[in-house]
């Protein structure tokens, strides 16, 4: 039995301008013949939902975040389960934001909460 591979394409506007916000392939599971293609889950690996939930920070903050001087994103760190801090370096700080996501079998990501923090360097 051969696995087939699904692509789900989300796409989002900013400021005029169309951005991919989330692409999530998604491996099926083998399955018998006969059953119906309703039947049918797909699941993704970690790597796949990181790369998701990156993807959905990044549109984020394309959308949100006004600080568009300084240095860019330094860094985005997993600091636990579906919690990500992402470090803007400022000239004379570093900004945070601490995103706290969900992501279902389908590749939907919802941000849970977020947080907005500032470093002295």
């Known amino acids: 039995m051969a696995n087939i591979v699904h692509r789900i394409l989300l796409k989002a506007v900013v ?14 599971q083998p399955r018998p013949a006969t059953a119906p293609d309703s039947k049918r ?41 579906n919690v990500y801090t992402v470090s803007i370096l400022q000239e004379e700080r570093i900004d945070t934001l601490t995103y706290e996501l969900n992501i279902n079998t389908a590749g939907t990501v919802r941000i849970l909460r977020k947080s907005a923090g500032a470093l002295n360097p």
């Open 15 to 28: 400021g005029g301008v169309l951005m991919q916000a989330c692409v999530v392939p998604a491996i099926s």
């Open 41 to 81: 889950k797909c699941l993704m690996n970690v790597i796949q939902q990181s790369k998701c939930m990156i993807e959905a920070i990044l549109a984020d903050i394309a959308n949100t975040y006004q600080q568009t001087g300084g240095g860019g994103i330094g860094s985005i760190v997993l600091d636990s389960t």
